[in-house]
């Protein structure tokens, strides 16, 4: 499926997306579909320093936990408190209302790839 | 995981066209799920759904001594089943820890059909093997490949069922079999099954199954039928209780520490692991499974550590966020002094300790209809 245009997304599947100094982070429709139903989701307290590809956060399944790294280095702004009664907005809106967090970025990103980029990542992965 | 080759089963091609998630599991490969997991648990609570369970093995008992053998590896007491009637029991080894868990089916004097894990099928026919090598009038049979096995579970799995055959399964009670046909097809029809709701496994000839298995989709679409994966199968039992091995019950844990001791006959008269469970019994457990809920936010899984005042006490067996009650609970031993309901504990989740407290189990119970 394609992948928005208006954000960059990592090799570990979260999406990024800038606005002057602020970023905020979700996770792909991929990684979504990859974990199943949403049942948790552990989020960093505002004030927290993220540190690039440093553990941001994690997700549970019912059946498994994953780690959620930050796409960029930063000081988090906001988590998303409606994940804490609603953790499946992750599933039905990754894109939109199941954002992570917004950081304010004190690094520039890198490494990171373009929606083009990320779908040509996705089909050498074998992911469909 | 090791590179050896996974085998199907004979559903496999069934799983593949409904666009399921396959994984490795026991050896196989197998469906996890189909549409989510969630889904396919609340389907088979409130109405009924379909498990490949193909992979479970199963081994036959058989010859003059059948039941004196089935009674020597076994702790419950199998002399107690009349033909047509199945037994949950406990494989043990010499220390009365459990080599399995396992369901007994009496077929006939001469004939109990054994139903194990697939992950310890084949360690279970080796054990099996040696104990029967210095044993006069009974065999032992690796049946697994003869059967297929379909588990039909929910409050309407008897209604779905009950289209494609003429045996009047009303009359079934609960952990009793039947053999009979299905869509004109021999099987052998149990009213089984390991997800805490009524329902039935069919064990069928592998050709059969996948016919078996469109069949049942078809005759459910009414009832809103899914077909449910592993994932489903795993919370589904959690919230019922029922032990999963390699979890919640093992070759260290006995069945009274596992709150199993119902299974227990020592009156029997010998079986292997019957002095070992005597002097414990004697001398009372230390430890026990409990079941706990989360208090703070969290989720406790397979090894997290159990803490109590400070010290390590346990180790959490099996845990997750259960479907039904919308909690997330879990299930793992302490010393017998922290098991009573209320006590509080702190489950050790991810370098953070989060409180939680002893609860009753089972954590769901059906209501009873019948």
């Given at each position: ?128 | ?47 009924v759904g379909l498990f490949d369970v193909s992979h479970m093995g199963e081994i036959d008992v058989v010859g003059r001594r059948a039941l004196d053998f089935v009674q020597l590896v076994t702790c419950n007491d199998a002399s107690k089943l009349a033909v047509g009637r199945a037994q949950y029991s406990g494989l043990m080894t010499p220390r009365g820890t459990f080599v399995d ?270």
């Amino acid at each position: 499926m394609a992948q928005p245009t208006d954000r960059m997304y990592t090799k570990t599947h979260e999406w990024v997306q800038v606005a002057g100094t602020e970023a905020t982070v979700g996770i792909t429709q991929y990684a979504q579909e990859q974990l199943g139903d949403v049942v948790f989701v552990e989020l960093p307290p505002a004030g927290k320093q993220a540190t690039r590809g440093g553990v941001l956060g994690n997700i549970e399944s019912v059946k498994a936990v994953s780690e959620v790294f930050a796409p960029l280095a930063g000081e988090v702004v906001a988590a998303n408190g409606e994940l804490e009664t609603h953790p499946e907005l992750v599933n039905q809106d990754p894109y939109g209302k199941g954002w992570l967090v917004r950081l304010k970025a004190s690094g520039a990103p890198a490494d990171l790839m373009d929606a083009a980029a990320y779908e040509r990542f996705l089909a050498e992965e074998g992911a469909h | 995981m090791t590179q050896t080759t996974l085998k199907r089963t004979p559903l496999y091609q069934c799983h593949v066209e409904a666009k399921a998630r396959i994984v490795p599991f026991a050896g196989y490969e197998m469906p996890v799920q189909y549409t989510g997991v969630l889904e396919e648990h609340r389907v088979v609570r409130t109405s009924v759904g379909l498990f490949d369970v193909s992979h479970m093995g199963e081994i036959d008992v058989v010859g003059r001594r059948a039941l004196d053998f089935v009674q020597l590896v076994t702790c419950n007491d199998a002399s107690k089943l009349a033909v047509g009637r199945a037994q949950y029991s406990g494989l043990m080894t010499p220390r009365g820890t459990f080599v399995d868990d396992l369901l007994v089916h009496k077929v006939d004097d001469a004939r109990y059909l054994l139903v194990v894990n697939a992950a310890n099928k084949d360690k279970d026919y080796a054990y099996l093997c040696a104990q029967a090598a210095g044993f006069d009038g009974a065999d032992v049979i690796d049946r697994s490949d003869d059967y297929a096995q379909i588990a039909v579970q929910g409050p309407r799995a008897l209604e779905t069922l009950q289209k494609l055959t003429q045996v009047n399964l009303s009359e079934i009670k609960y952990y009793r079999f039947v053999e009979g046909s299905v869509e004109k097809v021999a099987t052998l029809i149990a009213r089984t099954g390991y997800t805490g709701e009524d329902g039935f496994e069919v064990y069928v000839a592998p050709t059969e199954a996948p016919h078996i298995w469109h069949a049942l989709l078809a005759a459910g679409r009414d009832a809103g039928i899914a077909p449910a994966g592993l994932g489903a199968r795993d919370t589904l039992r959690f919230e019922a209780c029922m032990p999963l091995y390699g979890n919640d019950i093992d070759d260290t844990t006995t069945p009274y520490e596992a709150g199993l001791g119902w299974i227990v006959k020592l009156e029997k008269g010998g079986f292997l692991g019957r002095e070992a469970l005597m002097r414990q019994q004697g001398a009372g457990i230390r430890r026990k499974l409990v079941g706990f809920e989360m208090v703070g936010r969290g989720i406790a899984r397979h090894g997290h550590a159990i803490w109590s005042e400070g010290k390590k006490v346990g180790t959490v067996t099996s845990g997750t966020h259960a479907p039904t009650l919308g909690k997330a609970l879990g299930m793992g031993y302490v010393p017998v002094e922290l098991a009573q309901v209320g006590t509080p504990l702190e489950i050790e989740i991810r370098d953070q300790r989060v409180a939680a407290r002893v609860v009753e189990m089972p954590f769901y119970r059906r209501a009873r209809t019948s």
